[in-house]
């Protein structure tokens, strides 16, 4: 998982407190 190039995210480890397609959005 690369979610932390455009935005970091409050995530913990590498599981973000979103879902798939709330990820896909904000990205």
Known sequence: ???HK???VP???DIPPF???QID???
Request: contains cysteine.
């Open 1 to 3: 998982m690369e979610l």
């Open 6 to 8: 455009k935005k970091c």
């Open 11 to 13: 995530c913990r480890g």
């Open 19 to 21: 879902t798939k397609d």
């Open 25 to 27: 959005e904000y990205l």
